[in-house]
């Protein structure tokens, strides 16, 4: 029926291999397109884990693992969903040699799903809109009254792409820019601070994608 010819479209996607054979060392996860309205809908879950490399300050922070629930159409090959990552502490070298200690965290701009882009021939092409905030952040141990608002102005714009197994674990590494902060400081501007040691071009995101479960209630259940 059509649900088992999207199931098995699912299937093939997932190995970049339609039409053809692929071995494999045991049973597949199970896959479920269930929704009450569209079976060409496949909802599907994943952990992700991470590490950021920021251009400027020149070190890495490895991120906590998070989660995206995404909505895949089997048909049009859109995809689309959350990305959630909690905030990650981490030490940094400013300038080489001047200690940096901040909380960083990726949140998305509104309720809508953050991260929007195409899923086709086993190839995911997406991009995750984020705002970066900084918090618990002091400078050569001296701590700095950030206060409850410092992120960027505007989200970062973080272009994920490269194949996408649906079914187990896939590798990605994106270069993304820092837009410029604001509201940062709760008795004096510190957004020049931040623009200065942290925002701008080149920064480099590695991401791991591990298949968690498929289907509703799958997503979003936690």
Same mark, same amino acid.
């Given at each position: 029926?059509?649900?088992?010819?999207?199931?098995?479209?699912?299937?093939? =996607?997932?190995?970049?291999?339609?039409?053809?054979?692929?071995? *494999?060392?045991?049973?597949?996860?199970? =896959?479920? *397109?269930?929704?009450?309205?569209?079976?060409?809908?496949?909802?599907?879950?994943?952990?992700?884990?991470?590490?950021? !490399?920021?251009?400027?300050l020149?070190?890495?922070?490895?991120l906590?693992?998070?989660?995206?629930?995404?909505?895949?159409?089997? @048909?049009?090959g859109?995809?689309?969903?959350?990305?959630?990552?909690?905030?990650?502490?981490?030490?940094?070298?400013?300038f080489? &040699?001047?200690?940096? !200690?901040?909380?960083?965290a990726?949140?998305a701009?509104?309720?809508?799903?953050?991260v929007?882009? *195409?899923?086709?021939?086993?190839?995911?092409?997406? *991009?995750?809109? #984020?705002l970066?905030?900084?918090?618990?952040?002091?400078?050569n141990?001296?701590?700095?009254?950030?206060?409850?608002?410092?992120?960027?102005?505007?989200?970062?714009?973080?272009?994920?792409?490269g194949?996408?197994?649906?079914?187990?674990?896939?590798?990605?590494?994106?270069?993304?820019g820092?837009?410029p &902060?604001?509201?940062?400081?709760?008795?004096?501007?510190?957004?020049?601070?931040?623009d200065? =040691?942290?925002?701008?071009?080149?920064?480099?995101?590695?991401?791991? @994608?591990? &298949?968690?479960?498929?289907? #509703?209630?799958?997503v979003?259940?936690?």
């Open positions: 029926g059509k649900r088992g010819t999207l199931v098995a479209l699912a299937l093939c =996607l997932a190995v970049g291999a339609c039409g053809t054979t692929v071995p *494999t060392a045991g049973p597949a996860p199970a =896959l479920t *397109t269930t929704t009450a309205t569209d079976p060409s809908l496949l909802h599907v879950s994943y952990w992700v884990d991470g590490e950021t !490399t920021l251009a400027k020149g070190s890495s922070l490895v906590g693992r998070g989660r995206f629930d995404a909505t895949v159409n089997l @048909l049009t859109a995809i689309s969903g959350k990305l959630m990552i909690p905030p990650s502490a981490g030490t940094f070298l400013s080489g &040699f001047v200690p940096v !200690t901040a909380t960083t990726l949140t701009p509104s309720t809508a799903d953050d929007t882009g *195409t899923f086709q021939n086993g190839i995911a092409d997406v *991009t995750a809109s #984020e970066v905030g900084l918090s618990d952040t002091s400078v141990g001296g701590a700095l009254a950030v206060g409850t608002h410092c992120r960027t102005a505007v989200p970062a714009a973080i272009r994920i792409t194949p996408l197994n649906l079914l187990g674990t896939s590798h990605f590494t994106s270069t993304f820092v837009p &902060f604001s509201g940062c400081g709760a008795t004096e501007d510190l957004d020049p601070l931040f200065g =040691l942290v925002a701008g071009p080149n920064n480099v995101l590695a991401t791991t @994608l591990t &298949f968690r479960c498929s289907g #509703e209630p799958c979003p259940a936690s």
